[in-house]
């Protein structure tokens, strides 16, 4: 029964939506550090609203092995509206504007707008830390409804989170997340920048003088850590004049430029 409806709506669905292009995408990537982020080539003015090829399909990505390795596309697909997915430029670009993390167990929440029937999942994700040139199996571990990448559902968002494996370096900019369907038309998905806060982000050093500005900036969540840190190091600074003792050596704070949450991101450290 359920067989003999699938045959016939997987028939019309093909049949419909072959040439057109894609119907599930991922418009939002929720980070840990609070940064909002979208996947590759999502046009944040698409309005949500509806099912229809255009203008609802336009930035969804058909991300396709066939095309990827005849070199069609890059690694993480094409859009309607935007053609190819630059990785290395859509990398750059949610550099500049803030990267997400990854939760500490290196879970990536992000939200599936289902567009229309073949939008939706399971989804399948895996990721790559070295800007795209190899991936590793992600685990899905909030999935989106759908059977062979089809449901009923029409413009609906739905939760999707996909963890990293454990250990997983993000060596380039940051990790590409990438999840698609198995729709026949497709498969349709997103890539997603993401940092997981270790391994391979590149640590700038300590900021050069003339910016105090940025010191007074700590990531959201440890004003209170870093205020204290600094306190400590100007108090000591402070009594060394008096004391001639050596002076103790300021928080360093280890910042990394616009790559998380902009110029704000950074870690406190404690000096050993
Ligand atoms: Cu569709």
Redesign the pocket.
């Known amino acids: 029964m359920f067989f003999n409806t699938f045959i016939a709506f997987a028939a019309v669905?093909s049949s419909a939506?072959l040439n057109?292009q894609?119907?599930?995408t991922i418009t939002g990537v929720t980070g840990a550090n609070g940064v909002q982020a979208a996947g590759f080539g999502i046009i944040a003015t698409t309005p949500r609203n509806g099912?229809l090829?255009k203008p609802f399909?336009q930035d969804t990505s058909v991300i396709r092995n066939q095309a990827i390795a005849s070199g069609k596309t890059g690694v993480c697909g094409s859009t309607a509206a935007g053609g190819n997915n630059d990785v290395a430029a859509q990398l750059a670009a949610a550099s500049a504007a803030g990267l997400p993390t990854a939760a500490a167990d290196g879970s990536v929440t992000m939200t599936l707008h289902q567009?229309?029937?073949?939008?939706a999942g399971p989804f399948t994700c895996d990721v790559s830390g070295d800007g795209g040139n190899t991936f590793q199996a992600a685990t899905v571990t909030t999935q989106v409804p759908g059977k062979f990448g089809l449901s009923l559902a029409v413009a609906k968002d739905f939760p999707l989170v996909a963890q990293m494996p454990a250990g997983m370096a993000c060596t380039a900019t940051a990790c590409i997340m990438r999840c698609r369907n198995p729709?026949l038309?497709g498969p349709?998905g997103s890539c997603v920048a993401v940092s997981n806060g270790s391994g391979g982000l590149p640590l700038l050093g300590l900021p050069p003088a003339g910016t105090a500005a940025a010191w007074d900036l700590p990531p959201a969540g440890t004003a209170a850590a870093g205020t204290a840190a600094k306190a400590k190091g100007g108090l000591a600074g402070l009594l060394s004049k008096f004391t001639g003792k050596a002076r103790a050596p300021a928080p360093a704070k280890r910042y990394l430029a616009s790559r998380v949450a902009g110029k704000r991101s950074g870690y406190w450290l404690d000096n050993q």
Do not use: Y
């Open positions: 669905s939506f057109v894609a119907h599930g099912g090829p399909e567009v229309n029937e073949d939008g729709a038309a349709f």
